[in-house]
Structure formats: structure tokens, C-alpha cells
């Protein structure tokens, strides 16, 4: 068994491990942080990742466990992520439970084994329709709509319930247009992501518009007795209707969270595999582990002066750590590009609420959706 030597990792249990089993890809995405080299975590790495991640010390008494394969393309390496899945089987029983994130251009007999033996749920990337894919081309660099839209409804029998991750930015924000050609595509819970770092000047009016469209879009679907499946505008809403306290933190990385790159190295989160300052070790050497996890775990939500009479302020814990660190604002900071889309945001699901108000509907909806922790659990209601 591994050794931790500081034993205080247990009060704060791991309960999710992104396991990047390459940095390799067959796409080349304008908006992606990874450098897409061919980098491959081992089977041996691999497998003495599980073991730290079920360490009494690391993922302690968490009651559910979640590995998430991740890369670059997790599916160009299925023989390395099916010997994961049986391995922490053995160790875990039905304690574990497994995903991926993938682009949806791999869907073969292999890939079919895996997330099935697995009981794999995807988070598939589709950005909407083919113009929007001039921005995710394949290596050679033709455009990868035609294979995913050829993938997707095999991808999805295989896993049902899994979700679409659509990454929006300045050069594609035909949000509504993008939303409806996923459906069309057998999409059943859409979860709209922005490029954060992207750079948004000259586009608000233009953002502020399309969030507008989608959103009258949104509210006729749910007046005329339909659910859209818009995960974010749900936890939004769900978030605004409580009426709660700020969230504590912006995410669980280095407490709930951690990664292991293809060599090895621990990562508070996946974002933080070229920020060798922040590894907090490595598979082969895991003395310092709990010291250099510490201030993850004393990490609270980011302090702005605006924030008090932000309209988001009982929704944002101030957005991703890295993307704030590599532009600068530091750990405790906040990148200014996740406070303008946070309130455009919250802006529109303010409206929702305004138009809808505490009507039976909605009000059962937003209950449903706070049952439902996957959107696997969300189809199945």
C-alpha cells in the first residue's frame, strides 16, 4: 500500500479523480488548453493512481467515488481505460463510478466495451451546428461535424444519460441556433460552456443579445409544457430561487478534486497540468502531498470590492482558479471575463424568474433538477 506521510488528508475526502491518460488528440481545437503532445500515462502509472485516489488517506470515507478519464482523447488509449475500470472494480466494488470527457469522434467496438463494461457517462463536446466546428478541425484539417453527428446517437445509447459540454466564445455565439441543432442531434441535457480567457471586447452587445434569444427560447419551451435541458440555466435558477449564501468556493479543486497527469504528477485540478509550481507531487513521490494540498483546503470563494452589489453574487464563487492565475489576478483572484458572462447570465435567469415567478411549473422543475445529481438521473425522472 502507499504511504502518505502526513496523515490529515482524510478530514477533506477526494471524491473525484480526472485521470488524463493522454495529452494526445486526432482534433485541434482553437479554444483547448492541452498541447495535444504524445504523452501517455502508462498502464502501471495508471493503475497506482487508483491506488492513491482509494488511499484511506486521500479519498477517506467518501461514500462515492468518480474517475474521470480525460486528455486529449481519452478513446485513442480504450485498453489502458478498461484495465482502470476493472482494476478499481476489484479494489471498489460499486463504491466507483466512471467517465469520460470526449470530442465524440471515436465510436468502434473498443469504445463500446469500455463504456459499457464501465457504465462510463460521457461528457461529449458538440458545439452545435457544422459552422460552429470550423473552430474543432480534425489533424488533418477538415472539419469534425460529420463524424460526431455520425457518433452521437450510438455514443449515447451506449451511455445514456450522459451530457452534452457545448464551449461557446466570440466566434461562435449563435447560442440558440447551436442549442437547437444539438437536440435535432438526440442531445438530452446540454451544459453551455464559455472560453473564459477568450477575448470578449468588442462582443458584449452581441452576448448580451444571443443570451437574450436563448432565454425567450428557454421560457417559451417551459410555457408551452416542455423541458429544456439547459443545465446551467437550471443550477442558476435553482441557485437564485434559494435565495442562498455565496458559495464558499468557486470549485473542489484540492479538496474534493484532484488530477494525475501522464507522468504522474498530482494536480489540484486537470486546468493545472502545465503549472508544474502548483503540482502538489507525484506518484513516485508523495512527501510533501498533504502540505502542498493545504491551501486548496483552506481555499474560500474570491473578495472583490464590486461584489457585495454584484447581481451574481449568490450564485458566483469566482469562476476557475487558473484561468484567473494565468492571466494573472492570482489564486484568490477573479478573471474580469467570468464576471460579464456570469451576469449576462444571471441577468437573463433574473427575467426567468421575474416572467415565471413562483409558478407550479417551474417550481416542480427546479425540484427535479435538485434531485437529479447526473443528467443520467435527470433522464430517468
Known amino acids: ?153 450510438s455514443l449515447l445509447q451506449w451511455s445514456p444519460g450522459s451530457m452534452i459540454r457545448m464551449t461557446y466564445h466570440p466566434g461562435s455565439l449563435k447560442l440558440l441556433d447551436n442549442v437547437q441543432a444539438a437536440m435535432q442531434l438526440g442531445a438530452p441535457w446540454i451544459s453551455l460552456s464559455p472560453v473564459i480567457e477568450a477575448d470578449w471586447t468588442g462582443v458584449e452587445q452581441q452576448l448580451e443579445h444571443e443570451s437574450q434569444r436563448l432565454t425567450d427560447w428557454f421560457l417559451q419551451e417551459i410555457e408551452s409544457g416542455r423541458v429544456p435541458p439547459l443545465e446551467m440555466h437550471w443550477r442558476f435558477l435553482s441557485a437564485l430561487q434559494q435565495r442562498g449564501q455565496r458559495p464558499a468556493r468557486a470549485c473542489e479543486l484540492g479538496k474534493g478534486i484532484l488530477a494525475v497527469d501522464t507522468a504522474g504528477n498530482i494536480l489540484p485540478c486537470h486546468r493545472y497540468l502545465y503549472r508544474k509550481q502548483d503540482h502538489l507531487g507525484s506518484l513516485d513521490r508523495l512527501q510533501r502531498f498533504s502540505e502542498r494540498r493545504q491551501p486548496y483546503l483552506e481555499l474560500t470563494r474570491a473578495e472583490v470590492p464590486e461584489c457585495p452589489t454584484c447581481i451574481a453574487n449568490t450564485v458566483c464563487g469566482g469562476g476557475c482558479r487558473v484561468v484567473a492565475q494565468e492571466a494573472g489576478y492570482g489564486l484568490q483572484g477573479v478573471h474580469p471575463n467570468h464576471c460579464l458572462l456570469t451576469r449576462v447570465h444571471v441577468r437573463q435567469m433574473l427575467r426567468v424568474l421575474q416572467r415565471l415567478g413562483d409558478s407550479p411549473r417551474l417550481t416542480s422543475l427546479l425540484q427535479r433538477y435538485m434531485r437529479c445529481e447526473t443528467a443520467r438521473a435527470w433522464s430517468q425522472t
Open 1 to 153: 500500500m502507499l504511504e502518505l506521510p502526513v496523515r490529515q488528508a482524510t478530514t477533506q475526502p477526494v471524491s473525484q479523480l480526472m485521470l488524463y491518460v493522454t495529452e494526445q488528440c486526432n482534433l485541434r481545437c482553437s479554444y483547448c488548453f492541452v498541447d495535444k503532445q504524445p504523452r501517455h500515462l502508462s498502464l502501471d502509472k495508471a493503475l497506482r493512481a487508483v491506488d492513491f485516489f482509494l488511499h484511506p488517506e486521500v479519498s477517506g470515507n467518501a461514500e462515492a467515488l468518480h474517475i474521470n478519464f480525460f486528455g486529449g482523447e481519452p478513446f485513442l488509449r480504450p485498453e489502458v481505460m478498461l484495465e482502470v475500470v476493472r482494476y478499481a472494480r476489484r479494489k471498489a466494488g460499486n463504491r466507483i463510478r466512471f467517465g469520460a470527457t470526449t470530442n465524440g469522434t471515436l465510436a468502434n467496438p473498443k469504445v463500446q466495451q469500455v463504456i459499457e463494461e464501465g457504465q462510463l457517462t460521457l461528457l461529449l463536446s458538440l458545439d452545435g451546428d457544422e459552422h460552429s466546428h470550423l473552430f474543432r478541425p480534425t489533424v488533418g484539417g477538415r472539419n469534425s461535424y460529420p463524424q460526431i453527428e455520425k457518433n452521437l446517437r
